[in-house]
C-alpha cells in the first residue's frame, strides 16, 4: 500500500504543473486535458491512503506513550524541522521566514503540510487509544458512522443555501 501511495504522489506532483503551467507543461488539447484530470484524479487518494495505512499500522497504541512520541519524533519531527529550516532558508527572506515559524509554517514549505496533519494525528492517537481497545466493533461501525455523517453537514448547509437562494 506504502508504495503505491508512493507512486500516486509521482503521478499527482507529475500531473500539477500541466495545471499550474511553466515552461512545456501547458495542456494543448482537449484530449490531453481529459487524460491528465483521469490520472490526477485517480492519483489523489494518495494523502488519504498514506494516513490510512500510517493509522492502520499504529493503532491501537501497544506500547507506553512515551514511547510512541519518541518514535514519531525521530521519524516526523527531526525530519520536519530540518526541511522547515532548509526552506527559510533558501527561499524568500530567511528573517521573514524563520520569524513567521513562530506562529505558523513555513509559506515556502508549504507542501509539508500533511506533515501537520501527521502530527495532530499522532498527538492524538494516544488519547483514543485506549478507547479503540475497549470498544466493541459494533460500537466502532457506528461511531465512524456518525463521524462520516457530520463531515456531511457542511455540503447539507452549502446545498440548502444554494436553494434559497
Known amino acids: 500500500m506504502r508504495v503505491t501511495a508512493c507512486f500516486l504522489v509521482m503521478v499527482v506532483h507529475s500531473t500539477e504543473p500541466f495545471y499550474l503551467g511553466g515552461?512545456?507543461?501547458?495542456?494543448?488539447?482537449?484530449?490531453?486535458?481529459?487524460?491528465?484530470?483521469?490520472?490526477?484524479?485517480?492519483?489523489?487518494?494518495?494523502?488519504?491512503?498514506?494516513v490510512i495505512v500510517s493509522s492502520y499500522l499504529q493503532f491501537p497504541i501497544h506500547y507506553s506513550t512515551r514511547e510512541f512520541f519518541?518514535?514519531?519524533?525521530?521519524?516526523?519531527?527531526?525530519?520536519?524541522l530540518v526541511w522547515t529550516v532548509v526552506y527559510a532558508l533558501v527561499w524568500g527572506e530567511p528573517a521573514a521566514n524563520f520569524k513567521g515559524l513562530l506562529l505558523n509554517f513555513n509559506y515556502?514549505?508549504?507542501?509539508?503540510w500533511f506533515v501537520y496533519m501527521l502530527c495532530g494525528l499522532y498527538l492524538i492517537m494516544p488519547l483514543l487509544s485506549p478507547w479503540a481497545d475497549k470498544v466493541s466493533r459494533r460500537e466502532l461501525e457506528v461511531y465512524l458512522g456518525i463521524w462520516i455523517v457530520t463531515l456531511l453537514f457542511p455540503f447539507i448547509g452549502r446545498r440548502q443555501a444554494a436553494v434559497r437562494h
Not at 484530449?31 to 485517480?42: L, P, Q
Open 70 to 80: 519518541r518514535r514519531r519524533a525521530i521519524r516526523i519531527l527531526v525530519p520536519m
Open 23 to 50: 515552461d512545456g507543461t501547458l495542456v494543448l488539447t482537449d484530449t490531453d486535458a481529459f487524460w491528465v484530470s483521469v490520472m490526477e484524479g485517480i492519483a489523489r487518494c494518495c494523502v488519504p491512503l498514506f
Open 108 to 112: 515556502a514549505a508549504g507542501h509539508l
